[in-house]
């Protein structure tokens, strides 16, 4: 059996435990959602910033993989959380932050998928414009922009109020489709190709390390860092009775590495081949042999609409688990009406590269102790939940093993926060530097430095019996309660 929809074919299942006879998905249901999801050039883009630090070839490949492997390390085993509680990551959260504490999560993931949503459709829409132009000779002005970034967003919006099944096929169809483009992309790029950055990219931060330090966190760090709340949404479809956590962690690993590391390494290397320092979308579209533009298009708008589409249904998840009320479908049309704004800001009124490297570094700042703090738990806990307690908030009751005080558990969500104001204290972006940086030798280390402080306070201030095993909800069970008491 399917994942439960209507008459209609769209998805009901909200932030609710998914029954196991629904949970039909399996390890290479993974691989293709990660890999299928990223090969667009929302991910591509991450590609170019090296570049745009001043980084040549094997400076600006290193910094990626090192920051991509180490983000995975981190993000991965997040999986088997959902895998557990079959449910989303931010609700299971719950179990350590308390059924009401769980709203961090929610409120970070919105956050993050917000970011990346906005940040595909505008990239994407102005390579369609780009291509256009050259293709058919569309005025390349405001209403072009207007008219392409509406219509990304619909289709966005429509493939994500449908939900999994269809972005699961999606996925897979991308999966081969976009690497075939992108293949092919190797070869229209490559006889302009150089491994010396433009020559008028100097280090962002003015010398070597600090600069590929900074990249490693922007560019490689903070795709896998992007899913640490999205990991969730597929596995909790996926049955631990037919397989076994470490295929799935492994499903995971595979699917994250592939799905970032290819889509990056094509956008540094197509970013050296266009020149591409200040600006990538369009000297990608200048430098496109005439043959190449037509794939060029299609890898423009189809891969934005399956990767912003999953960020776009990972939202109305977090929306629907902040406020049940409004339901996952009015919950996915109201964030697609708002991550459209933020592209048409992004657009008429941001600098990309400044906007970028901002927004990703102050979203690891702040999510990265969350991860760290959700998989102490999970380890604590040996994956054991008690799913009908996690729902607490979303049946507007109070009580059950999670509620602690409340239904927050002040001390988590104290660590949190310690990890997080460590983090901002310790970034470094064009438009904010952190005072920890005259420490680190204006190295950005903030996530390391986030992650550790708000690991560490969790650690110390709690105990393993600070997160309950479901044997102890039978005297604590939920009541029925008027929401928000």
């Not at 629907?320 to 919950?331: N, S």
Request: one cysteine or more.
């Amino acid at each position: 059996m399917s994942p439960l929809v209507n008459k209609h074919g769209l998805e009901q299942r909200g932030t609710d435990t998914v029954p196991d006879e629904e949970r039909t998905s399996g390890p290479r249901d993974l691989v293709a959602i990660l890999l299928g999801s990223n090969l667009c050039l929302g991910v591509i883009v991450f590609g170019w910033l090296p570049v745009s630090f001043g980084l040549g070839l094997w400076p600006a490949v290193t910094s990626v993989l090192a920051g991509t492997v180490v983000g995975v390390a981190v993000t991965a085993p997040l999986a088997l959380v959902s895998l557990r509680t079959a449910t989303n990551l931010s609700t299971s959260s719950g179990a350590f932050f308390g059924v009401r504490g769980r709203l961090v999560g929610s409120v970070v993931g919105l956050l993050l998928s917000l970011g990346y949503t906005a940040l595909t459709l505008w990239i994407g829409g102005d390579v369609m414009v780009g291509t256009l132009t050259r293709l058919v000779g569309l005025p390349d002005g405001t209403a072009a922009h207007i008219a392409v970034y509406a219509l990304l967003a619909g289709c966005t919006a429509v493939a994500a109020v449908y939900g999994y099944n269809l972005l699961l096929r999606l996925s897979r169809v991308l999966a081969v489709g976009m690497t075939v483009l992108l293949a092919v992309g190797l070869a229209a790029y490559a006889g302009d190709f150089t491994a010396a950055p433009p020559p008028d990219t100097p280090y962002l931060l003015g010398s070597f390390w600090p600069t590929w330090a900074l990249s490693a966190v922007a560019a490689g760090l903070s795709g896998p860092i992007a899913f640490i709340t999205l990991l969730g949404d597929y596995t909790r479809y996926v049955s631990p009775l037919r397989h076994r956590p470490r295929t799935v962690w492994k499903a995971t690993c595979l699917g994250l590495l592939a799905g970032l590391l290819v889509p990056q390494l094509f956008g540094t290397f197509t970013a050296l081949a266009a020149r591409a320092g200040a600006d990538y979308a369009g000297p990608l579209v200048a430098a496109s042999p005439v043959w190449y533009l037509v794939p060029l298009l299609v890898a423009a708008a189809a891969g934005s609409v399956g990767n912003a589409g999953l960020m776009l249904y990972s939202m109305g998840l977090d929306l629907d688990a902040i406020v049940p009320r409004a339901g996952r479908t009015g919950a996915t049309l109201a964030v697609a009406a708002i991550a459209t704004a933020f592209v048409f800001a992004g657009h008429f009124a941001w600098d990309a590269q400044s906007a970028m490297t901002s927004f990703v570094l102050l979203l690891t700042a702040l999510g990265t102790p969350w991860a760290v703090i959700t998989l102490i738990g999970h380890l604590r806990c040996r994956g054991d939940y008690d799913a009908e307690a996690l729902q607490v908030y979303n049946r507007r009751a109070h009580g059950g093993a999670y509620w602690f005080r409340a239904g927050w558990h002040p001390r988590a969500t104290a660590a949190w926060a310690v990890g997080a104001a460590v983090g901002l204290l310790a970034v470094g972006t064009p438009l904010y530097q952190g005072p920890l940086l005259a420490l680190t030798g204006g190295v950005d280390v903030s996530f390391v430095l986030s992650g550790l402080a708000g690991g560490a306070v969790y650690v110390l201030t709690t105990s393993r019996a600070a997160a309950p095993r479901p044997a102890e909800a039978a005297s604590a069970a939920p009541s029925p309660a008027r929401f928000g008491r």
